[in-house]
């Protein structure tokens, strides 16, 4: 009978390397008290011999080490570029609430830090930052215009761990949760035509599809393949969205229902007189606000976003990792299908085959 080997421990790896147990543990987190030369040393002798951490150990630690925080280290701050978010409740953001509640129940403080007043210097920014004892930050969509420069924010990443909800900052890459656009339309167009619409147009500013980095773009002209609308159903996206040429649009196109983000689209479509879902369907790509229950679309609940965000930023917190990450990674969602006033049965059809089980050019 083969002895059983027995587990790699941190003490031999102390031993393996010469280093404290202390400091192979420290090593082994990154934690920038060890020389990054040490800490390549000491990785490269728990590879040699096959270390692999016991998880229950490791959540046990991140716990104890979480319950010693004092002041500095049980705070993570929520740094938001929007302007005001009117009428919301303290004019706090969709899924503040639902972060706040995530971080409090792993035993930090979320705070909410407004960064709208432009006249604060990256110097002063920083030192409220670290002075407030920050260890971890959520960065929620920025408030950017193209033309205006890199899609930044001047922070010292080196000093915090860092996860961004969205992507709309391009400098540095951060790891993220975001929605998954490609399958969020795609659940749209496939629930719109479960309705019976066929002839569905897409239509957005161009501002937004460059902030999507054109992926509500990509998944559309994919659907207008495997759906036979070659050179047919041109989406409109425009700089902006005046009615006269939307209506030329739609004539031209012989749109039965749109698909457009938010809801200025369908203020627009209300202004110009047109009967909806009576002669036209309606549905946006992300439904939220004071009045998004009418709206039938995509709902792409802030509030799971923002309690990604939450999750994955405390097990960045516990594990030390600050800074800008090597291998940046994205956790995203797609969103629920929720139907609204703006959408009516039209035509009893069989369903077509759903997005995601056809094969492109099919």
């Known amino acids: 009978m083969k002895k059983r080997l027995d ?3 941190l003490s031999d790896i102390a031993r393996e390397t010469g280093y404290s147990r202390a400091a ?13 030369s040490t800490c390549e040393r000491i990785k490269a002798a728990a590879k040699r011999l096959n270390y692999r951490p016991n998880p229950l150990i490791a959540k046990l630690l991140a716990e104890t080490v979480r319950t010693r925080y004092n002041n500095r280290g049980s705070v993570i701050a929520y740094l938001d570029t929007q302007p005001l978010w009117k009428g919301w409740q303290d004019h706090r953001p969709p899924g503040f609430g639902a972060a706040s509640q995530r971080a ?4 930090f403080n979320l705070e909410y830090m407004p960064l709208h007043d432009a006249s604060i210097p990256p110097k002063k920014l920083n030192r409220m930052l670290w002075t ?3 260890a971890g930050l959520v960065i929620p969509a920025l408030d950017w215009s193209p033309g205006t420069g890199e899609r930044t924010l001047p922070i010292d990443w ?7 909800i969205d992507d709309t900052m391009i400098v540095p890459a951060l790891n993220r949760v975001m929605h998954n656009h490609l399958s969020g339309i795609w659940k749209a167009l496939d629930a ?12 957005m500013t161009s501002h937004v599809d460059l902030a999507t980095h054109h992926r509500w773009y990509a998944g559309y002209l994919a659907w207008r393949v495997m759906r036979g609308f070659d050179g047919e159903l041109q989406p409109f996206i425009e700089e902006k969205l005046d009615a006269a040429p939307l209506c030329r649009w739609l004539r031209q196109e012989r749109i039965e229902a749109v698909l457009a983000p938010g809801t200025d689209v369908f203020e627009i479509l209300l202004e110009c007189g047109i009967d909806i879902p009576g002669k036209l369907g309606f549905a946006s790509l992300d439904i939220w606000g004071p009045d998004a229950s009418r709206v039938s679309g995509i709902d792409q609940r802030r509030d799971v976003l923002n309690c990604m965000a939450v999750d994955l930023l405390v097990t960045l917190v516990n594990r030390n990792s600050k800074g800008i990450p090597e291998h940046p990674t994205s956790w995203s969602y797609p969103g629920q299908w929720q139907s609204g006033e703006t959408t ?3 035509w009893n059809a069989p369903h077509p085959q759903p997005l995601e089980e056809q094969l492109l050019g099919r």
């Open 7 to 9: 587990r790699v421990t």
């Open 158 to 164: 080196e000093k915090f761990s860092c996860v961004e």
């Open 344 to 346: 009516r049965r039209v």
């Open 104 to 107: 409090a129940e792993y035993g």
């Open 24 to 36: 192979v543990s420290l090593a082994l987190r990154d934690h920038p008290s060890i020389p990054q």
């Open 192 to 203: 719109m035509e479960a309705l019976g619409y066929r002839r569905i147009g897409l239509c």
């Open 132 to 134: 407030r004892g920050v």
